[in-house]
């Protein structure tokens, strides 16, 4: 009897036992704070993109005919972009645009994209802030370009286009828009900026690979390239020259569209699949972010993952803070001014109420490509006006620190650009340690810099250069801009 008691009473205590070990690899708050990755289920990707126009207080000012100075409508554009990116540009009603069963399609060939917890890079840091990051290198082209690119050559297609056209400066948006292009059938011809053709060939090797004529700008294959050619025979080109040419191709050529990969509302938009996928996934997480950064170059990466977050700041009382980190060299958040100004260089494009450096300026050769923009997008420059977000400026050694840091601690090499979200990550993650604040803190990594190790090397070799601008210098280019507002 009493041995059969304890024979019992030690399997019980076995199973007990037992059961302390099972539970414990179960117990929720241990699972989450162990954690690394975040992978939604292709069921739970989105079907919708979100349109922050709708939800906005104070809507973006309209473009304007720069020979009339009235306000466009989308008919107006037409003639340059597919259609339905023209009433999506101006569509200030919807919220939530549907994606197209075929965009969608494709976008599970490398979505949904993981969100993964930095906790090598807080450790370096020894900081009490939870860093997440929404990995969107994570995709063959590298960055999340690729999102718009399938969205606006799905809609060429069904329009009839069969060729499209763009500028490219390093090269992430015409590679995206290359292989895009092959997948709904079109004919791509990309014109990127000379000397980026000539410093940095493997992206203009991709974009043949995947089929597209690449022409480097300034050329003598358009009016606007003949002309700057005439007056300056040694030009390196400029995004500038190469936007007069793309659409100067668009505009003459019959079933040709203009795509562009940054600065329009309609490429926010698509980007959004970006922050509807990491809301989720920080819901997964059991967390919500109390800042959320990216870089900025025209606003397409920043948006797409800012906006659907930021519908609860304007919605629900979220108190989340955005910060958009540009290059100190190209500083339009930051130092430009709120004004009507040209998109490209030769003054092709309408007006757009937008923070600029004025479309006159020539940024320094800074090895971010994707950031030296003039200007920033109409939506974003609104939200910066009414105090939804702010920008911060980032010395380029200071944007390679963090990069180098980034590589070493998480494993992933960053794009230059995305450089910068992470150096202004470290600097949050910097105040937290000194305040001892527990923030969540969660940046878009806008892609890898695989292609861009000749950066890397300049800077390991301790030659990179810190640019820096003279008020004097911005304000000459300011001058020049019409005013309007
Ligand atoms: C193009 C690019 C950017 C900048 O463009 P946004 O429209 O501001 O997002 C940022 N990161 C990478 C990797 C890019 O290719």
């Known amino acids: ?20 070990k099972c539970n414990k690899p179960t117990n929720k708050h241990d699972k989450m704070s162990k954690q690394k990755k975040f992978i939604l289920p292709e069921s739970e990707m989105p079907m919708q993109w979100y349109n922050i126009q709708a939800d906005m207080a104070n809507k973006p000012l309209p473009p304007l005919n720069p020979a009339t100075h009235k306000p466009l409508k989308a008919e107006d554009l037409f003639h340059i972009f597919s259609e339905e990116c023209c009433r999506q540009e101006f569509d200030q009603t919807h919220a939530w645009i549907d994606i197209p069963d075929e965009v969608a399609d494709m976008y599970k060939y490398y979505r949904p994209t993981p969100l993964v917890r930095a906790y090598a890079l807080e450790k370096a840091l020894d900081t009490p802030a ?15 370009k690729i999102n718009s690119a399938l969205a606006q050559c799905y809609y060429c297609r069904q329009e009839g286009t069969t060729n499209v056209t763009t500028e490219t400066g390093a090269g992430q948006w015409g590679a995206a828009l290359s292989y895009a292009a092959r997948v709904f059938g079109l004919e791509a011809a990309v014109y990127q900026v000379k000397i980026s053709l000539r410093q940095k060939p493997y992206r203009s090797i991709l974009m043949r690979t995947f089929g597209a004529e690449v022409t480097g700008s300034p050329s003598m294959s358009t009016r606007a390239g003949k002309d700057i050619i005439t007056r300056d025979p040694m030009h390196q080109g400029s995004l500038g020259t190469a936007i007069s040419e793309a659409i100067e191709l668009a505009t003459t050529t019959p079933h040709c569209k203009y795509t562009l990969g940054s600065v329009l509302n309609h490429v926010a938009l698509h980007q959004t699949v970006i922050g509807l996928e990491a809301e989720k996934q920080m819901e997964m997480a059991g967390e919500y972010p109390d800042t959320v950064i990216a870089c900025f170059g025209g606003g397409s990466n920043f948006g797409g993952i800012t906006f659907p977050f930021m519908r609860h700041n304007i919605k629900d009382g979220a108190k989340t803070e955005y910060i958009a980190a540009e290059p100190a060299s190209c500083p339009k958040l930051t130092r430009g001014v709120f004004e009507y100004d040209f998109g490209d260089e030769a003054g092709y494009t309408p007006l757009l109420p937008m923070f600029t450096l004025g479309h006159g300026f020539k940024p320094a050769n800074i090895h971010a490509g994707g950031l030296r923009y003039h200007g920033a997008g109409v939506i974003v420059s609104q939200l910066l006006k009414d105090g939804l977000m702010r920008g911060v400026d980032i010395p380029q050694s200071e944007s390679f620190d963090a990069g180098l840091l980034f590589a070493r601690t998480e494993g992933i090499v960053p794009a230059p650009e995305s450089c910068h979200a992470i150096a202004a990550t470290i600097r949050e993650a910097e105040k937290c340690k000194e305040s001892g604040q527990q923030k969540v803190i969660l940046f878009n990594l806008s892609g890898h810099g695989l292609i861009d190790m000749t950066a890397y090397e300049q800077y390991l070799n301790g ?16 001058d020049k801009v019409p005013k309007i507002i």
């Open 1 to 20: 009897m009493l041995i059969i008691f304890c024979f019992i009473s030690i399997n019980i205590l076995n199973l007990h036992l037992l059961s302390i």
């Open 130 to 144: 939870h860093i997440y990051f929404k990995n969107e290198s994570t995709n063959p082209l590298g960055s999340h």
């Open 463 to 478: 030659d990179l250069i810190d640019y820096t601008i003279s008020d004097e210098a911005i304000k000459a280019n300011i």
